[in-house]
């Protein structure tokens, strides 16, 4: 016969031990994604807020995704290619990036990165990226993707 204390011990050991079998099997799907340092971003972008910081960030270190995610925002109108180019404007041949202050000011520049980023953590290809701001933000304006 088992004490109240022994089901209660039994029931905790197996309330624990399913929830760390779910929080494996739940973090094989995750990516970790790559910011860059806050402190290689501009001034205006260390005072702006932590999800525009987080954004500039993610689009500084990851130009390979962001240059294939479009924008909706209307800036195709400034020249922008991608929403990779609300945030850079230019990288010289030394790797040094002139950063563009139009995201600073943009909330969907910045939604449509924060987007990609859960996307990519959760595992999700750039195709399927793409495909799910094309499908929410195209609502908004023609896509700036030439």
């Known amino acids: 016969m088992i004490h109240k204390s022994g089901k209660l011990s039994l029931f905790v050991f197996l309330i ?4 760390l079998f779910l929080s494996a099997c739940s973090a094989g799907n995750q990516k970790n994604i790559v910011l860059m340092s806050l402190d290689k971003m501009p001034v205006e972008v260390q005072a ?11 689009a ?6 962001m240059k294939q995610i479009p924008c909706y925002c209307g800036c195709g109108a400034m020249g922008h290619t991608s929403n990779y180019a609300c945030y850079v404007q230019d990288v010289d041949a030394s790797g040094i990036i002139v950063f563009d202050t139009h995201a600073l000011g943009c909330s969907i520049c910045v939604d449509i990165t924060q987007d990609a980023m859960r996307l990519l953590k959760s595992g999700k290809s750039p195709r399927d990226i793409k495909t799910y701001v094309d499908a929410t933000y195209g609502q908004y304006g023609p896509s700036n993707i030439p």
């Open 48 to 58: 702006a807020p932590v999800s525009v910081q987080q954004a500039y960030q993610f």
């Open 60 to 65: 500084a270190a990851n130009p390979d995704l």
């Open 16 to 19: 624990l031990s399913v929830s």
